[in-house]
């Protein structure tokens, strides 16, 4: 019985482990380095991808991710299309990954 409760105790654990790691991810344009340093400002972009709109449409949506302790890839300039893996802490939303999406061409991998 003791085993079981080990056992489970356990598994509790690592799916709330895990659940914190996961976070969300957003796409938009960027717009520049944030007011303060460390931080990104995006205008976000909708999930509604076609041809003509491969990364989706800008929502109207300005957000500010702190980029500090981000692993970034290549540096993005004024309207480069980002996406951000983040987690919300409070009010703030601090940036795990930051992927410039319009200087990576994906298929070519």
Sequence with gaps: MKIRAIILTVLLLTVQALSALAGEVTQGRFVSDGQSPGTFTIEEYDT???????????????????????????????????????????????AVKVMNVSKQDLRKK
């Design 48 to 94: 509604n991808f076609n041809t003509e709109h491969p990364y989706g449409m800008p929502t109207g949506i300005v957000s500010q991710y702190d980029v500090s302790k981000a692993k970034i890839g290549l540096k993005p300039v004024a309207g480069d299309i980002l996406r951000i893996a983040y987690v919300e802490k409070g009010d703030a939303k601090h």
